[in-house]
């Protein structure tokens, strides 16, 4: 059962940004995360609920590459902007949680919930993601990387909403996402990466990854990208790239059970996807 | 209808305690098995994770909503001839999704039906006779 | 007699439509008025003492009515199934986190639950055990010692070892506890009726055995307790046990009010019983040309705190640990031990998928070892009219297993190997009723002044379609319309006992009753004129001046009672037997498998309604796939769905079920059973599948990606030793 709280539901900005600077609040968009974690608990602040706010309400068309944060999950794999322009987003957003979740939950809320696991993620980071932020004093935009500080952690201030997420398209390179699951809905992801890759038939020309599920914090795998640009496609190579990306991860969590399977898992994922075609 | 409703109450606890529609189920309260799912300006959500004041002023479709005119719909009457009801626990919330998806603009495939229901967990049947029935009145 | 009603034919379930319309009351759903609510504040700890528990916080929440602890249970305050070890409340010690201490009544839910949080308990931990292999040393939890049963099977030759063997494979396998995961959590609620008798209407399997508790719980003759049973939402076992039911009574006993006890998913979790975790090393010797000549078995389970189904399930282990083969000589040892783990209980199948992905695995690697094809191997083996079991009972009729691995046969010599892509066989026979105990049903049939036939009928219907199918069997028996008769079911009131609906007995067993019940009718109503053209308004007229408005059935399956040291006996009247064959994807990247394809032939006996026997075998079909691949319950770690993962749709594959009727004599017209069997070879036949696609064994169940991984990374690493 929830606790009991009050929720209002603000028409304009200037409202929610009045709210929030001058009260203990949460904001809740979807519900689908904030709710679940509300279960069960003592109390909670006031709840503002930020999807009628009109400044947040616009068509993709309208916007070509600007998020609004109450964009749902649904609404994004849908879209022909989003599929044709940037489809590693569309479809890690065709897969989150089902039907029901991906009808209510938002981009907004995955971002500020920050799970390790959140799957609209990775996918933002390799499109080069910018938030900006929002409060009744001030603007600012964060590049998603600096936004996100750790499982569940972000850099928003109490007073702050996410207004928009900005990205930039990768034409000409192929782009998708991959998940594991322990099943085929309703999971998270257990290790997920987004890529974006400008290639020749046997040349990387600009290469971008990023990592989600296995740190706490979603990471673009620089080192790899590095490592692989304007090369010649070679599996040694892409091997040692790869490794440069396993000791990162090593480096900054030490060792972790999980990393069992993880790691090996990435290792075959990564040379699928970069290698593009059968790795045998 | 109108009515007043305390802001942290959830839809599901509107429908249920309220309004006494008990074709709305609960069946584990995270939004993670559809039973209560409810469908909102026609699209399928769980109503656990809905508080009650987000639809104001919008539509919502319970299981009786398809029989409303006093005969079966083609999808109760697919579901009774194809053997997708057991237990029945399930069984609004696939209706709903199943309707959902049959009124859609989507082209519909065993593919598309499977994912229209994936997030409504069955522990009885194995879906096959629920994808069965959905196809039937799909005609595919 | 002719097959004019409908055996054999997909009818309609009578209950469909109610369950379309939304219309149909589970427990949860009925509100009473004045009615209270009762919630359980439960154990925060494994195993240890309770020194105080200070409930003032719970008193002084508005709306509390009262606070019960094990002081105010005017009875007994133990109940079991067999063994009446479990308290309803704890007496100043736990045994299992999440074991029930006391019981809050309240004007509504909400204050009810708040009440619960303030419960204040001082434990003193005690040593926690969590593993059944050390439960034999370790500090009684129990009076008798940890040690809950040891069932042996010992057949033949048992004690000459393997050196009449030309192969021998020997491995150990794994599983863990699993939860049933029916969609409509425990509920019910409870209230006095006009006589001041109490009545209880919850979601269960089964309305006999709950009265007598309740009965032994207050105190009071069985005659004072109604029990009634709500639609149910799915059961798989969970709901044999005690779960609500004297909670409710309780409350009801105390405050004299209507009280409604329902458990959130996570309590459910929490205290519903679970599946036995198996630790079995199996030991298989076989000659050259593949014929079994010994098995040599040993069986750990982990029963948790309390006995609930643990023998049964030690048994069944036992009896079926050769799976659907002739075997000269046997040694099986099953023993079950309590821990602090939640307590284990039935769960479809008892033991025997648990043995089936064991018994399986080693006919596969039997026939690897040897060379010879896995689907020849089972057919030179298998049970058929004329073999022993391994308790020496000979099979005499309705032994279809052989057609059922014939009707395989072509799809398996289709096969097409691709990278990637694996096929395994699953086989099983499985018991049909209790095992080597009575366990009868009873029913009866009444003449009615509307001109209908009262159906009453004490089986519980849980979603497997009982009243459809004994509704069937009714109108053939009697060659009367659908129409013609009313059901009247689940309420100890009106019906007598049909024992519970579990061990995939309600068609075989309670279908015969209603079969004798029917053919006592039906020569009645022949007297009567009926069948020639009378009015069941004027035979009604007639039979009540006479006084024979009642017709009863029973039927108790004939069997014997297995030799404590052998076991040997006849446990079962009957055996149903089934063949799996899977196709598996495992993807080499990920090592994600996924199930493609899966063709089930079962010998059913006699198939009464091809749609719901389908129905039943797509459902274990699914179970079976949640057994091999993802299902795995972490005490104290899986608390919601979140964390328990079942198959959705989209993890389903193409199904083809092959019905094989090899009549049991014994059965109403000649059905078996289907319930359980429907799920006991699946997870095997995934697991030899996995094994085809990958070379990789799986000895663990759930062989989720993570595991396989490992196992992959374990020969690598073996591999690169060499």
């Given at each position: 059962?929830?606790?009991?709280?009050?929720?209002?539901?603000?028409?304009?900005?200037?409202?929610?940004?009045?709210?929030?600077?001058?009260?203990?609040?949460?904001?809740?968009?979807?519900?689908?995360?904030?709710?679940?974690?509300?279960?069960?608990?003592?109390?909670?602040?006031?709840?503002?609920?930020?999807?009628?706010?009109?400044?947040?309400?616009?068509?993709?068309?309208?916007?070509?590459?600007?998020?609004?944060?109450?964009?749902?999950?649904?609404?994004?794999?849908?879209?022909?902007?989003?599929?044709?322009?940037?489809?590693?987003?569309?479809?890690?957003?065709?897969?989150?949680?089902?039907?029901?979740?991906?009808?209510?939950?938002?981009?907004?809320?995955?971002?500020?919930?920050?799970?390790?696991?959140?799957?609209?993620?990775?996918?933002?980071?390799?499109?080069?993601?910018?938030?900006?932020?929002?409060?009744?004093?001030?603007?600012?935009?964060?590049?998603?990387?600096?936004?996100?500080?750790?499982?569940?952690?972000?850099?928003?201030?109490?007073?702050?909403?996410?207004?928009?997420?900005?990205?930039?398209?990768?034409?000409?390179?192929?782009?998708?996402?991959?998940?594991?699951?322990?099943?085929?809905?309703?999971?998270?992801?257990?290790?997920?990466?987004?890529?974006?890759?400008?290639?020749?038939?046997?040349?990387?020309?600009?290469?971008?990854?990023?990592?989600?599920?296995?740190?706490?914090?979603?990471?673009?795998?620089?080192?790899?990208?590095?490592?692989?640009?304007?090369?010649?496609?070679?599996?040694?190579?892409?091997?040692?790239?790869?490794?440069?990306?396993?000791?990162?991860?090593?480096?900054?969590?030490?060792?972790?059970?999980?990393?069992?399977?993880?790691?090996?898992?990435?290792?075959?994922?990564?040379?699928?996807?970069?290698?593009?075609?059968?790795?045998? | 209808?109108?009515?007043?409703?305390?802001?942290?109450?959830?839809?599901?606890?509107?429908?249920?305690?309220?309004?006494?529609?008990?074709?709305?189920?609960?069946?584990?309260?995270?939004?993670?098995?559809?039973?209560?799912?409810?469908?909102?300006?026609?699209?399928?959500?769980?109503?656990?994770?809905?508080?009650?004041?987000?639809?104001?002023?919008?539509?919502?479709?319970?299981?009786?909503?398809?029989?409303?005119?006093?005969?079966?719909?083609?999808?109760?009457?697919?579901?009774?001839?194809?053997?997708?009801?057991?237990?029945?626990?399930?069984?609004?919330?696939?209706?709903?999704?199943?309707?959902?998806?049959?009124?859609?603009?989507?082209?519909?495939?065993?593919?598309?039906?499977?994912?229209?229901?994936?997030?409504?967990?069955?522990?009885?049947?194995?879906?096959?006779?629920?994808?069965?029935?959905?196809?039937?009145?799909?005609?595919? | 007699?002719?097959?004019?009603?409908?055996?054999?034919?997909?009818?309609?379930?009578?209950?469909?439509?109610?369950?379309?319309?939304?219309?149909?009351?589970?427990?949860?759903?009925?509100?009473?008025?004045?009615?209270?609510?009762?919630?359980?504040?439960?154990?925060?700890?494994?195993?240890?003492?309770?020194?105080?528990?200070?409930?003032?916080?719970?008193?002084?929440?508005?709306?509390?009515?009262?606070?019960?602890?094990?002081?105010?249970?005017?009875?007994?305050?133990?109940?079991?199934?067999?063994?009446?070890?479990?308290?309803?409340?704890?007496?100043?010690?736990?045994?299992?986190?999440?074991?029930?201490?006391?019981?809050?009544?309240?004007?509504?839910?909400?204050?009810?639950?708040?009440?619960?949080?303030?419960?204040?308990?001082?434990?003193?931990?005690?040593?926690?055990?969590?593993?059944?292999?050390?439960?034999?040393?370790?500090?009684?939890?129990?009076?008798?010692?940890?040690?809950?049963?040891?069932?042996?099977?010992?057949?033949?030759?048992?004690?000459?070892?393997?050196?009449?063997?030309?192969?021998?494979?020997?491995?150990?396998?794994?599983?863990?506890?699993?939860?049933?995961?029916?969609?409509?959590?425990?509920?019910?609620?409870?209230?006095?009726?006009?006589?001041?008798?109490?009545?209880?209407?919850?979601?269960?399997?089964?309305?006999?055995?709950?009265?007598?508790?309740?009965?032994?719980?207050?105190?009071?003759?069985?005659?004072?307790?109604?029990?009634?049973?709500?639609?149910?939402?799915?059961?798989?076992?969970?709901?044999?046990?005690?779960?609500?039911?004297?909670?409710?009574?309780?409350?009801?006993?105390?405050?004299?009010?209507?009280?409604?006890?329902?458990?959130?998913?996570?309590?459910?979790?929490?205290?519903?019983?679970?599946?036995?975790?198996?630790?079995?090393?199996?030991?298989?010797?076989?000659?050259?040309?593949?014929?079994?000549?010994?098995?040599?078995?040993?069986?750990?389970?982990?029963?948790?705190?309390?006995?609930?189904?643990?023998?049964?399930?030690?048994?069944?282990?036992?009896?079926?640990?050769?799976?659907?083969?002739?075997?000269?000589?046997?040694?099986?040892?099953?023993?079950?031990?309590?821990?602090?783990?939640?307590?284990?209980?039935?769960?479809?199948?008892?033991?025997?998928?648990?043995?089936?992905?064991?018994?399986?695995?080693?006919?596969?690697?039997?026939?690897?070892?040897?060379?010879?094809?896995?689907?020849?191997?089972?057919?030179?083996?298998?049970?058929?009219?004329?073999?022993?079991?391994?308790?020496?009972?000979?099979?005499?009729?309705?032994?279809?297993?052989?057609?059922?691995?014939?009707?395989?046969?072509?799809?398996?010599?289709?096969?097409?190997?691709?990278?990637?892509?694996?096929?395994?066989?699953?086989?099983?026979?499985?018991?049909?009723?209790?095992?080597?105990?009575?366990?009868?049903?009873?029913?009866f049939l009444t003449l009615r002044e509307d001109g209908l036939i009262g159906?009453?009928?004490?089986?519980?219907?849980?979603?497997?379609?009982?009243?459809?199918?004994?509704?069937?069997?009714?109108?053939?028996?009697l060659?009367i319309?659908?129409?013609s008769a009313v059901?009247?079911?689940?309420?100890?009131?009106?019906?007598?006992?049909?024992?519970?609906?579990?061990?995939?007995?309600?068609?075989?067993?309670?279908?015969?009753?209603?079969?004798?019940?029917?053919?006592k009718l039906r020569s009645y109503l022949d007297k009567k004129g009926f069948y020639k053209g009378r009015d069941l308004k004027d035979i009604y007229q007639e039979a009540s001046k006479e006084g024979m408005l009642r017709f009863?059935?029973?039927?108790?399956?004939?069997?014997?009672?297995?030799?404590?040291?052998?076991?040997?006996?006849?446990?079962?009247?009957?055996?149903?037997?089934?063949?799996?064959?899977?196709?598996?994807?495992?993807?080499?990247?990920?090592?994600?498998?996924?199930?493609?394809?899966?063709?089930?032939?079962?010998?059913?006996?006699?198939?009464?309604?091809?749609?719901?026997?389908?129905?039943?075998?797509?459902?274990?079909?699914?179970?079976?796939?949640?057994?091999?691949?993802?299902?795995?319950?972490?005490?104290?770690?899986?608390?919601?769905?979140?964390?328990?993962?079942?198959?959705?749709?989209?993890?389903?594959?193409?199904?083809?079920?092959?019905?094989?009727?090899?009549?049991?004599?014994?059965?109403?017209?000649?059905?078996?059973?289907?319930?359980?069997?429907?799920?006991?070879?699946?997870?095997?036949?995934?697991?030899?599948?996995?094994?085809?696609?990958?070379?990789?064994?799986?000895?663990?169940?759930?062989?989720?990606?993570?595991?396989?991984?490992?196992?992959?990374?374990?020969?690598?690493?073996?591999?690169?030793?060499?």
């Open positions: 059962m929830l606790p009991k709280f009050k929720c209002v539901v603000p028409r304009s900005i200037k409202e929610v940004l009045s709210l929030l600077s001058e009260n203990e609040c949460k904001v809740i968009a979807g519900g689908t995360d904030l709710l679940v974690e509300l279960q069960d608990k003592e109390a909670a602040p006031l709840l503002v609920d930020i999807t009628k706010i009109s400044e947040l309400i616009w068509r993709p068309e309208e916007r070509v590459g600007v998020i609004s944060p109450l964009f749902t999950h649904g609404f994004v794999a849908e879209s022909p902007v989003f599929k044709d322009m940037f489809p590693s987003l569309a479809i890690a957003c065709s897969k989150v949680g089902s039907p029901q979740i991906r009808n209510m939950g938002t981009i907004g809320g995955n971002i500020g919930n920050a799970s390790p696991a959140a799957d609209s993620i990775p996918p933002l980071m390799i499109y080069d993601a910018k938030v900006r932020l929002l409060s009744a004093s001030n603007e600012r935009e964060l590049t998603l990387e600096e936004l996100l500080v750790d499982a569940y952690k972000t850099q928003i201030r109490k007073d702050e909403i996410i207004a928009s997420v900005s990205i930039t398209p990768m034409e000409g390179y192929r782009q998708g996402y991959k998940r594991l699951t322990i099943r085929e809905a309703l999971a998270l992801s257990r290790l997920s990466v987004a890529y974006a890759i400008k290639e020749e038939k046997e040349k990387w020309l600009d290469v971008k990854i990023a990592i989600g599920s296995v740190t706490p914090v979603c990471f673009r795998a620089r080192e790899l990208e590095r490592a692989l640009s304007e090369q010649i496609k070679d599996r040694d190579l892409l091997d040692e790239a790869i490794a440069l990306t396993i000791s990162r991860i090593r480096g900054q969590v030490g060792a972790r059970e999980t990393h069992k399977f993880k790691l090996p898992i990435l290792k075959n994922l990564l040379r699928e996807i970069l290698w593009g075609g059968s790795w045998e | 209808m109108e009515l007043d409703v305390e802001d942290h109450i959830t839809l599901l606890e509107l429908l249920r305690d309220k309004l006494n529609i008990t074709s709305v189920k609960e069946g584990c309260g995270i939004g993670e098995c559809g039973a209560c799912t409810v469908l909102l300006d026609d699209k399928p959500i769980y109503s656990c994770l809905t508080l009650a004041l987000k639809v104001d002023g919008r539509d919502i479709k319970t299981v009786e909503y398809l029989s409303k005119d006093g005969s079966l719909s083609k999808i109760q009457e697919a579901f009774v001839k194809n053997g997708a009801v057991q237990c029945g626990y399930c069984t609004p919330g696939m209706l709903l999704c199943a309707y959902a998806l049959i009124n859609s603009k989507k082209e519909i495939s065993e593919d598309v039906i499977k994912e229209a229901i994936s997030g409504n967990l069955c522990r009885c049947t194995g879906y096959i006779q629920i994808i069965e029935a959905i196809k039937d009145v799909a005609q595919i | 007699m002719g097959w004019i009603m409908g055996i054999g034919k997909g009818i309609e379930r009578i209950d469909a439509l109610q369950k379309v319309l939304g219309t149909c009351l589970y427990a949860g759903d009925i509100k009473v008025e004045g009615m209270l609510f009762g919630v359980l504040v439960r154990s925060e700890r494994p195993h240890a003492k309770l020194l105080e528990i200070d409930d003032r916080g719970a008193w002084e929440t508005p709306g509390v009515v009262r606070v019960l602890s094990h002081r105010d249970i005017p009875g007994k305050n133990r109940f079991g199934v067999i063994r009446k070890d479990q308290p309803y409340l704890a007496e100043g010690y736990v045994r299992y986190y999440g074991e029930p201490i006391l019981l809050i009544i309240a004007e509504d839910e909400r204050s009810a639950r708040d009440a619960a949080k303030r419960i204040k308990i001082t434990y003193q931990d005690l040593p926690v055990i969590q593993d059944p292999q050390g439960a034999q040393g370790a500090m009684p939890i129990h009076g008798g010692g940890n040690l809950l049963t040891q069932k042996r099977l010992i057949k033949g030759n048992w004690d000459k070892g393997f050196g009449d063997s030309d192969v021998v494979v020997e491995h150990h396998y794994l599983t863990h506890f699993l939860d049933h995961a029916f969609l409509e959590c425990e509920a019910g609620v409870g209230y006095l009726d006009a006589d001041g008798r109490i009545v209880i209407i919850s979601s269960t399997q089964n309305i006999h055995y709950k009265q007598k508790e309740v009965s032994a719980l207050l105190n009071v003759p069985e005659s004072r307790v109604r029990v009634i049973q709500a639609e149910t939402g799915g059961g798989f076992g969970g709901k044999l046990d005690v779960t609500v039911e004297g909670y409710i009574a309780l409350g009801v006993f105390h405050t004299k009010r209507p009280v409604m006890v329902r458990y959130t998913r996570q309590e459910s979790m929490l205290s519903n019983t679970k599946r036995h975790p198996l630790s079995i090393w199996y030991k298989s010797g076989a000659r050259k040309d593949g014929t079994l000549v010994r098995v040599q078995v040993r069986i750990v389970g982990d029963t948790g705190a309390y006995a609930s189904y643990g023998e049964v399930v030690a048994q069944r282990a036992c009896v079926h640990a050769t799976g659907p083969y002739e075997v000269a000589n046997c040694y099986v040892e099953s023993l079950m031990y309590y821990t602090n783990n939640p307590t284990a209980g039935a769960m479809r199948g008892f033991g025997t998928p648990q043995m089936a992905f064991a018994h399986e695995s080693q006919m596969d690697e039997l026939a690897s070892i040897l060379g010879i094809d896995p689907l020849e191997i089972r057919i030179k083996n298998g049970l058929k009219k004329g073999s022993y079991t391994a308790t020496g009972q000979r099979l005499d009729h309705s032994a279809g297993f052989l057609d059922t691995l014939k009707a395989i046969d072509p799809h398996w010599r289709e096969r097409k190997p691709k990278d990637g892509i694996g096929y395994g066989i699953g086989c099983m026979y499985y018991g049909i009723g209790n095992t080597g105990v009575p366990n009868p049903s009873a029913c159906f009453h009928l004490g089986a519980c219907e849980i979603g497997q379609g009982s009243d459809t199918v004994l509704m069937q069997i009714l109108l053939e028996a060659g319309e659908p129409k059901l009247v079911r689940g309420d100890t009131e009106a019906s007598l006992d049909a024992g519970s609906t579990s061990a995939s007995r309600q068609t075989y067993i309670t279908g015969r009753a209603v079969f004798d019940a029917a053919m009863d059935g029973f039927f108790d399956p004939p069997t014997t009672p297995l030799d404590p040291n052998t076991g040997q006996g006849i446990p079962y009247a009957t055996y149903a037997f089934a063949t799996h064959m899977t196709q598996v994807e495992v993807d080499n990247s990920t090592f994600r498998c996924r199930v493609k394809k899966v063709i089930a032939a079962h010998d059913v006996g006699r198939v009464i309604n091809p749609v719901t026997t389908k129905g039943q075998i797509y459902g274990g079909i699914a179970m079976g796939i949640g057994l091999a691949l993802m299902e795995e319950y972490v005490p104290q770690k899986t608390k919601n769905l979140n964390q328990y993962f079942i198959p959705t749709a989209m993890d389903m594959p193409e199904v083809e079920v092959i019905l094989v009727e090899d009549p049991e004599p014994t059965g109403p017209f000649g059905a078996k059973g289907v319930g359980e069997p429907a799920l006991i070879p699946q997870a095997a036949s995934i697991c030899n599948a996995i094994k085809d696609a990958t070379g990789i064994r799986p000895f663990e169940l759930p062989c989720n990606f993570e595991r396989l991984c490992l196992l992959f990374e374990k020969e690598k690493a073996i591999g690169s030793q060499k």
